[in-house]
């Protein structure tokens, strides 16, 4: 149990954004339904972002250096 004092309690707002896109969806339904068609009121992913050339890239090689233990651990830390 909490106990908090009146002046702090604010109302949630996580509905916010539902009201409104639950009224559309109810008229829209209604629409759809008085033309005989089917609707989905489900909220779709938005799409991956299209594709675009990189211009002017310069590719350069990169060698490994070779790992040498004995001179490493005489450096110390």
């Known amino acids: 149990m909490i106990h908090v004092r009146v002046e ?3 109302p949630s707002r996580c ?3 539902l009201k409104p896109r639950k009224i559309k969806n109810d008229e829209l339904k209604a629409e759809e ?3 005989g068609e ?3 009121t489900k909220r779709q992913p938005e799409g991956p972002k299209p594709i675009f050339m990189v ?3 310069t590719l ?3 060698t490994p250096s070779p790992y040498d233990v004995v001179n490493d651990l005489k450096g110390g830390y």
Do not use: L, P
């Open 55 to 57: 211009e002017s890239a």
């Open 33 to 35: 339904k008085a033309r």
């Open 60 to 62: 350069e090689t990169i």
């Open 38 to 40: 089917v609707f989905s």
């Open 15 to 17: 509905t916010e954004e």
């Open 8 to 10: 702090h309690v604010q």
